[in-house]
T-cell receptor, first 118, second 119 residues
């Protein structure tokens, strides 16, 4: 079964500094990877996804993520953090199996709270 | 706004009440989902509907009863809930492959959720 781990419950960054939110995954087939953000009292908002192709994926609000197959990671990054980026970030994975041409359900990590301070 | 709306946004109910959560998507998608989000736990997939047909029931207790009358609307009927059912219930939709066989590349778009408190 697929799984995803977000090793940090919270990440603290000063505004203007680069930020990284870590995510590692485990699948038996090919991974499809997603990042979502959740602001207080809101649902999840899609940021970006990796399906195939370029390992560096660019998404909304200046975020990007790098797919690293050898390290089974998909870390979320932003060159310069904003206070408004403070939120809960979720990494998610689907396991695609070429033998059946189907993918598993979307499995989420437990989330990482990003706190950006002035 | 993601194009997925949920009502009510907040709901407080007793253990003997019957209530329903509503979700509507304005994105023309053919798949809809119910998730449960509890504190300190990963999102839990509850139900999946594809072209109005239920394609997944993730071992959800029968006190939760989904209904999907058309591709744009999804309901979650609640009855005799327990306090541990208190959570944020999220609806999502996506454009998925026909027949319930997901290629996995589709993006799920979420509604704002219903915060449910069971007394």
């Amino acid at each position: 079964a697929q799984s995803v781990a977000q090793p940090e419950d919270q990440v603290n960054v000063a505004e203007g500094n680069p930020l990284t939110v870590k995510c590692t995954y485990s699948v038996s087939g090919n991974p499809y990877l997603f990042w979502y953000v959740q602001y207080p009292n809101r649902g999840l908002q899609f940021l970006l996804k990796y399906i195939t192709g370029d390992n560096l994926v660019k998404g909304s609000y200046g975020f990007e993520a790098e797919f690293n197959k050898s390290q089974t990671s998909f870390h979320l990054k932003k060159p310069s953090a904003l206070v408004s980026d403070s939120a809960l970030y979720f990494c998610a994975v689907r396991d695609y199996r070429r033998s059946t041409g189907t993918a598993s359900k979307l499995t989420f990590g437990t989330g990482t709270r990003l706190q950006v301070t002035l | 706004e993601t194009g997925v709306t949920q009502t009510p946004r907040h709901l407080v109910m007793g253990m003997t009440n019957k209530k329903s959560l509503k979700c509507e998507q304005h994105l023309g998608h053919n798949a809809m989902y119910w998730y449960k989000q509890s504190a300190k736990k990963p999102l839990e997939l509850m139900f999946v509907y594809n072209f109005k047909e239920q394609t997944e029931n993730n071992s959800v207790p029968s006190r939760f009863s989904p209904e999907c009358p058309n591709s744009s609307h999804l309901f979650l009927h609640l009855h005799t809930l327990q306090p541990e059912d208190s959570a944020l219930y999220l609806c999502a939709s996506s454009q998925d492959q026909a027949g319930g066989l997901s290629r996995g590349t589709d993006t799920q778009y979420f509604g704002p959720g219903t915060r449910l408190t069971v007394l």
